[in-house]
Antibody, heavy 124, light 107 residues
Framework: EVQLVESGGGLVQPGGSLRLSCAAS????????MQWVRQAPGKGLEWVGR??????????EYAASVKGRFTISRDDSKNSVYLQMNSLKTEDTAVYYC???????????????WGQGALVTVSS | DIQMTQSPSSLSASVGDRVTITCRAS??????LAWFQQIPGKAPKSLIY???SLQSGVPSKFSGSASGTEFTLTISDLQPEDFATYYC?????????FGGGTKVQIK
């Protein structure tokens, strides 16, 4: 069974840092691009960023709202992707989901699955 | 950034109804459009990709279509488990962007 499990969420003060982890199982992790999406309490979904696979040099893309503060990395030997969040702001409070993508006809698409989410609360 | 305008923001329907949700992109995205379902308290689940391709394991009561920059999700024969919030997402260009969501409620 394909599964993603996030961990590392919690309460952090504004300006602080936190690192989320997403452990994958049930598929060949190294083949896949992985992305992070967040959802503020009672709000809609917001794309955070994406990491390509080794074949594509692990390159990353980010939303403007987090660029320069958040970093996506991965360790294929541990089947894990990470979201390092620095200089956190109150508006970063959200449930953070990691999600997998797939390929169809040579085109990538956000197939899922998604993890269960990790709640990050930024508050003093 | 590409804006995704989703409508309606909510709708009420009865079991057995057919409902349609629309997403309009602010510029061309070809067919790089996905639909997700989110049940309260749960992670989103992929339904449709490439505008009209059904994700593996998703029942055929869900269907997607496209016309230019307008995309439609249709749900046939609504059942209690279908009452949820639905989101579209464009993945044509960065940053990927989501529609605001459509909450499907029981009438």
């Amino acid at each position: 069974e394909v599964q993603l499990v996030e961990s590392g969420g919690g309460l952090v003060q504004p300006g602080g840092s936190l690192r989320l982890s997403c452990a994958a199982s049930g598929f060949t992790f190294s083949d896949h691009y992985m992305q992070w999406v967040r959802q503020a309490p009672g709000k809609g979904l917001e794309w955070v960023g994406r990491s390509r696979n080794k074949a594509n040099s692990y390159t990353t893309e980010y939303a403007a709202s987090v660029k320069g503060r958040f970093t996506i990395s991965r360790d294929d030997s541990k089947n894990s992707v990470y979201l390092q969040m620095n200089s956190l702001k109150t508006e970063d409070t959200a449930v953070y989901y990691c999600a997998r993508g797939d390929y169809s006809g040579g085109v990538w698409y956000p197939s899922g699955p998604w993890g269960q989410g990790a709640l990050v609360t930024v508050s003093s | 950034d590409i804006q995704m305008t989703q409508s309606p923001s909510s709708l009420s329907a009865s079991v057995g109804d057919r409902v349609t949700i629309t997403c309009r992109a602010s510029q061309g995205i070809s067919n790089y459009l996905a639909w997700f379902q989110q049940i309260p308290g749960k992670a989103p689940k992929s339904l449709i990709y490439a505008a009209s391709s059904l994700q593996s394991g998703v029942p055929s009561k869900f269907s997607g279509s496209a016309s230019g920059t307008e995309f439609t999700l249709t749900i046939s024969d609504l059942q209690p488990e279908d009452f949820a919030t639905y989101y579209c997402e464009q993945y044509r260009s960065y940053p990927f962007t989501f529609g605001g969501g459509t909450k499907v409620q029981i009438k």
